[in-house]
Structures are given as C-alpha cells and as structure tokens.
C-alpha cells in the first residue's frame, strides 16, 4: 500500500460496486424483457441462450464494478494481483456454469428435434454438462495459480481405481451412449423386450432407460442389459405399420360378398378414427377351412403403437354389425360327441380276493367208494 486509506478512497469504490450492482439489475430486467419475446418464436435456442445470459450478465458487471473499485485503492502489487486473480477466476466460474447450461440446452433440443416430443435423453446432456464444468474449473484454477498438472495425474490414477469399483455403473454409462449413437432406441420408441416389458422410452440417462408401459407406470431397464437383450423396436424403421384381425364366417356365405363388405368397413374405419392410416390399401385374405368356419385375415394400416386397440375395437363393432345387416353369419364352434349304448351289458366279473381259498368241493361217493354222477 502507497498511502492510507482516505474517506475519497472508500467513497469511489463505493461508488463503482453500486454501479456495477445497478448495471447487473438494469441488465437483469432487460433480459427478462428479451425472454418474453424469445417466447413468442419457434426457435428455442435464442430462449436457451437469453436464460443464460440473465445469469452471466448481472454476474459479470458486479464483478466489473468489483474490479473498478479494487484499481482505486491504494492496493499493493501483491493484493492487487490476488484480487484480479480472484475476480477472473470468479467470473470464469460465472462463464462456465452459463456456458453449461447454453450448451446442454442446445444439446437437449437438437435430440427433442431429432427423436420426437417425448424425447429427453438425458444421458447425452449430463455428459456435456460435467464436460464443460470441469473445463471451466481447470481454467479457474489455472487463473489462481495452481498447477492443474499433478491434479490431472492424481485424477487420472484415482480414475483407474474409481473405474475398477464402479464397474457395473461404467457399463451402463457406456451401454446407454452406444444405445444412442447406433439409434437402435431412441427416446419416443415403442419398444418390447423378450422378457415382457414394454412400453414407449421415455429417457435414457447414465444409468438405465426408463420405459413408460401403457398402464402409465414406469418400468427401469439397466442399460446394460438393454444392450445385450433381444427386442423389439415398434417405432423403427417407421411408425406406421399393419395389424392383423382373425374373422370367420359360415360355408354358406358368398365370399365375394364378404370380401366387398369387409373392404368396405376398413375404409370406413382408416377414415373416420383418429390414429388410423387413411391411404392404407385394406386387404382381406382367406386362408382356412375351419371345422365350422371359413377363416380370413383383415390388414388394417395403423400410424402408432398404442392406437391398435382403439381400431380394433371399431372395426370389430363395425364389421358385426354391418354382418348381421347383410346376413352374413359368423357361427360358433361346435363340437359332436357321440355316445354307444350296449342294451346287454356284460356283468363285470367277480374280483378274486387276497388270500381266499378256493370253495371246497363236494363229492357222492357208492358203498364202495366209487364216484357217482
């Protein structure tokens, strides 16, 4: 310090903090006038980017106002540089976390875009986000002079030591990075495993997938094991696909009929309900003599998973109503049993019991010992 403190001194600094605080709320309350309109537009980067502004700016002209007042005291080299390293090192941190978050922002909106409105995967933004605060705090401590060096070495063998306990959570943070990048599931998919859940993905993040079944509970699936199961994927390599209904109807029916009448209820029913596929082309295929029944296979067109059932529902309504006014018949199964009726039944035998002997037999016999009939 050169001289001492005077009450001129105090009073400038003073003066510069309170403008460097009325800058960051002038700053503040304009920002907010900018997100209201970003609001209005489709782009959502320029709301993601005015969000982190309002963060950095108010940050950034107090500690301008900070470091005006710092140059007009009577400081030491020594405490001078220590204050400008603190404030840079400061406003470094402010930059980093709002750079964070303009980027995950990014990054979540591009896979929104690019996966559907239900999409979320998380896993994808946490990595960027720890990314850049790690940077940011490198850089930081960089500015107050400390060697990042030894605590990159330290960090690189306790990162060995970290790698080999957390083995199972490692598998699932790279299990759900290759689940992303090779597309095979992406949040907004309909998907069915072997073992029996399914249901739509709802996020995939640096632990497991969370599905969403259609009882609107949530099942957790590992990303390990999501890697390496057998499944299905509803939703790829498009949404819309074909189900398939089972009808039957009498030996007595004009086929022909039945064929005309049933086209004409799949293109009632892909017309006029919601979910359906309006320019599919229905077909109707006869394939089996049954024992009471002919039996034919309908196609229906369905734009998404979840939508089957309702058109389903309407098209059997449909197609049994329109069959009864037509006359068409749909028999129920039956089955004839005959039975034999024998009028002479054949008395079942005695059963022969356990250690009985046999009847004693009797014997006439002359007077002289002969035998008589």
């Not at 980017?49 to 080299?77: E, S, Y």
């Not at 990048?181 to 998919?189: I, Y």
């Not at 749909?330 to 009985?356: C, E, F, K, N, Y």
Request: charged content about 15%.
């Amino acid at each position: 310090m050169n001289r001492d403190l005077v009450l001129h001194d105090w009073l400038v600094a003073g003066i510069a903090l309170a403008a460097g605080a009325a800058a960051g709320v002038l700053l503040r309350a304009l920002l907010r006038w900018l997100a209201r309109h970003a609001e209005r537009t489709r782009w959502r980067g320029d709301d993601i980017m005015v969000d982190a502004l309002r963060t950095i700016a108010p940050g950034a002209a107090l500690i301008a106002g900070a470091a005006v007042a710092a140059t007009t005291l009577p400081l030491t080299a020594r405490v001078s540089g220590f204050v400008n390293q603190s404030l840079t090192a400061l406003l470094i941190l402010i930059a980093t976390l709002s750079t964070a978050r303009v980027v995950a922002g990014l990054v979540q909106s591009v896979a929104g875009t690019r996966t559907g409105v239900a999409a979320s995967a998380s896993i994808f933004v946490n990595i960027t986000r720890i990314v850049v605060l790690v940077m940011g705090v490198l850089v930081a401590l960089e500015t107050l002079g400390v060697s990042i060096a030894p605590l990159v070495t330290a960090l690189g063998v306790g990162g060995l030591a970290v790698a080999l306990a957390l083995q199972d959570t490692l598998a699932n943070l790279f299990a759900g990075v290759h689940i992303l990048a090779s597309k095979t599931v992406q949040p907004g998919d309909y998907i069915r495993l072997t073992s029996g859940e399914e249901g739509y993905v709802v996020d995939i993040n640096w632990r497991n997938t969370v599905v969403r079944n259609l009882s609107n509970n949530l099942v957790i699936i590992p990303n390990a094991r999501l890697a390496r199961t057998n499944m299905t994927n509803y939703t790829q390599p498009e949404q819309q696909f074909s189900i398939m209904v089972q009808v039957g109807v009498g030996y007595e029916s004009d086929l022909e009929h039945v064929e005309r009448v049933t086209l004409d209820v799949v293109d009632g029913v892909m017309a006029d309900i919601n979910g359906a596929v309006p320019d599919h082309e229905a077909a109707v295929r006869f394939h089996t003599f049954a024992d009471s029944r002919i039996n034919f296979t309908v196609i229906l067109g369905v734009g998404e998973f979840s939508d089957q059932y309702r058109i389903k529902h309407e098209f059997v309504k449909r197609l049994h109503r329109r069959f009864r006014a037509e006359g068409i018949s749909i028999p129920a199964p039956t089955h004839t049993v005959a039975l034999q009726r024998d009028d002479h039944p054949t008395p079942p035998p005695v059963p022969h019991q356990r250690g009985a002997s046999p009847s004693p037999r009797t014997e006439l016999t002359d007077r002289g010992g002969r035998p008589t009939r």
